[in-house]
């Protein structure tokens, strides 16, 4: 919810039926506030150690492109009693391969060499001066 001035709060959702799509709620949440310029401000029951802090650490893991080691040392050095349980990290690595699944879909649907022009070489023709050209053009 949206409070005064540039503050929004986010209250992370908890599903024991898809708990990953939450997650990606909740971070799409925060990703259009941020875009807005607002100030996200994110709590939890247990003062932001528990599914605050999972949804801070997603948040860094695809913002950011942080392993999800790195991001919870982050966020862990910022608030030393974040203690997140085996079933938030368990979310986390699952967020993690939907990470990375979506960034390798992403590059196959790009064309690679989309934007190249002109003839090809191979190391060895470069560093020797020769090129070669197909024949019949020039």
Request: hydrophobic letters at 40%.
């Amino acid at each position: 919810k949206e409070t005064q001035g540039r503050e929004l709060e986010v209250m992370p959702g908890a599903s024991p039926d898809s708990p990953l799509a939450y997650l990606a709620s909740d971070v799409r949440t925060i990703e259009m506030a941020r875009r807005q310029g607002l100030l996200v401000l994110i709590f939890d029951q247990a003062g932001g150690g528990g599914c605050a802090a999972c949804v801070v650490i997603a948040w860094m893991m695809q913002a950011e492109g942080l392993p999800l080691l790195q991001a919870y040392l982050r966020v862990k050095e910022r608030l030393p009693f974040v203690d997140l349980p085996a079933r938030l990290v368990s979310l986390l690595g699952s967020w993690r391969l939907a990470i990375i699944a979506r960034q390798q879909n992403e590059e196959q649907e790009t064309p690679r060499f989309e934007n190249l022009s002109g003839s090809l070489h191979t190391p060895r023709q470069l560093s020797s001066g020769r090129t070669y050209s197909r024949p019949g053009s020039a």
